[in-house]
């Protein structure tokens, strides 16, 4: 059974450190997707990727967020520094672009708390 | 530009009762429209999705959700809840004949499925 796997599931860190979360997207499919969800904002797209070529990070902070797929089994969020306004929890999802994504599957999320 | 509109943020509902959680959507061609459910502590999972073809979707765990191109809305809907099916529901669109693969969700309905 095939699913989007994130690394770690949970994070606790001070306010300035470095955080990166991981994701592996499903064997096969080409486009992952960054959300974060907070209670305030719900589900917001922060970036995404088709064949690891970003194609749009316009919902993600540029100067202390990136994002990268180093190769396509590995996709990467990183925070630095972090706040405690980052605090959420962020979801990888991937799918397969073929005319367009049509389903995109979801990870289990990384809770992260900034202190 | 897309969006969607889940106006309920909870919806209560007795064991063996119908439950609708409904879902208006505004884009500006044709509409992808979809439907996630997240357990706690859990990453979003795809329940069904409407592309073209028959109105009334069906999906997993007994859901469907019908769409209703003139009233823009895709409510989801169940013949008989079950206490499992408590969780948060979330609704998406996307624009077909927009460029990217941009995913925009409602802010989630909390369904609870009483005894």
């Known amino acids: 059974d095939a699913r989007v796997t994130q690394t770690p599931r949970h994070k606790v860190t001070e306010m300035g450190q470095e955080v990166t979360m991981r994701c592996q997207p499903i064997?096969?499919?080409?486009?992952v997707f960054w959300y974060r969800q907070t209670m305030m904002q719900g589900l917001e797209l922060l970036a995404y990727?088709?064949?690891?070529?970003?194609?749009?990070d316009s919902g993600m902070p540029k100067d202390r967020f990136s994002a990268e797929m180093p190769d396509a089994t590995l996709a990467t969020l990183k925070i630095q520094p972090s706040e405690p306004r980052d605090s959420a929890v962020y979801f990888c999802?991937?799918?397969?672009?073929?005319?367009?994504?049509?389903?995109?599957?979801f990870g289990p999320g990384t809770r992260l708390l900034v202190l | 530009a897309q969006s969607v509109a889940q106006p309920e943020d909870q919806v209560n509902v007795a064991e063996g009762n119908p439950l609708t959680v409904k879902c208006t959507y505004s884009?500006?061609?044709?509409?992808?429209l979809f439907w996630y459910v997240q357990y706690p502590n859990r990453g979003l999972q795809f329940l069904l999705k409407?592309?073209?073809?028959?109105?009334l979707v069906k999906g997993s765990y007994g859901f469907e959700a019908e769409f209703n191109k003139s009233q823009t809305s895709f409510h989801l809907k169940k013949p008989s809840a079950l206490v499992s099916d408590s969780a948060l529901y979330f609704c998406?669109?996307?624009?077909?004949?927009?460029?990217?693969?941009?995913?925009?969700f409602g802010g989630g309905t909390r369904v609870l499925v009483k005894p």
């Open positions: 999802a991937s799918g397969l672009s073929q005319a367009g994504v049509r389903t995109q599957y």
């Open positions: 064997l096969g499919h080409n486009t």
């Open positions: 990727f088709r064949n690891r070529a970003p194609l749009d």
């Open positions: 884009v500006s061609g044709n509409p992808y």
């Open positions: 409407y592309i073209t073809g028959d109105n």
């Open positions: 998406a669109v996307r624009d077909l004949e927009a460029a990217g693969n941009k995913l925009t």
